[in-house]
């Protein structure tokens, strides 16, 4: 769209060298729609002006669907792991079960992806904390409970009610890690590449052996005619 003529705009200009990795939407004649990636690169004359572009385009349609399952998959357990632990410490905080209280922090240490957690009561007082010094540094008191996942970071926070039945009495302030989601979208994309390139050459290897088989018995009859 828009992003993209002006990116095309700005390499015709001088303003940018390269544009790399250039992600986008197209529509087929068959009503499909692909993502592609796309790489432009200015094209110069002898004197080094810049007289059109060309570029490069990847069909990266199948990596871009096993992203969006990777990003439900994240979106899921994260929801599930805050509501869960938002339960489990509401039943703790109303009852002022000390025991309940360290054993749910326990618990919420065995997941990896949990960066830090901030637990207050209603009165704005932390009863617990894991990894106090990263929440602070991230600012978590700020964090909204809409919040939605900005896949281009890598640390997401989020703030849910904790409640004992019909009562939210405190707030869980909880914040994952995205390393893993990153290092599972490269290995998505470096395993798509891959297929695509042994796809390709099969396909080259196949091109050169139908034209030996077409060249060959055409060359035997010039021969014979000659």
Known sequence: GEFVRETTRKVLGGELKVSKDLEYRIACKNGAE?????NTYPIKDKKG?????????RDI??????????????????????????????QALHFND?????QVIESTGQVNEIEYLVLMNDSDNVVRASNIKSAEDNIYIRTKSSAEIN?????????VPVPYRDLNIGRLYIGYSLKSYH???????????VIGLIVFLVGLVMVVI?????????????DSAQ
């Open 210 to 222: 139908i034209s030996n088989r077409i060249t060959k018995p055409l060359m035997s009859m010039l």
């Open 61 to 90: 349609t199948n990596s871009k669907k096993i992203e969006e399952q990777i990003k439900r998959s994240v979106q899921n357990k994260t929801e599930s792991i805050s509501r869960i632990t938002a339960w489990s410490f509401g």
């Open 151 to 159: 896949y281009d970071d890598y640390l997401f926070k989020i703030m």
């Open 98 to 102: 000390e025991d309940g209280l360290n």
């Open 49 to 57: 002006n810049i007289i059109g572009i060309e570029g490069i385009m």
């Open 183 to 193: 290092e599972e979208i490269l290995k998505a994309r470096i395993t798509t590449t």
């Open 34 to 38: 692909l993502w592609v990636s796309q």
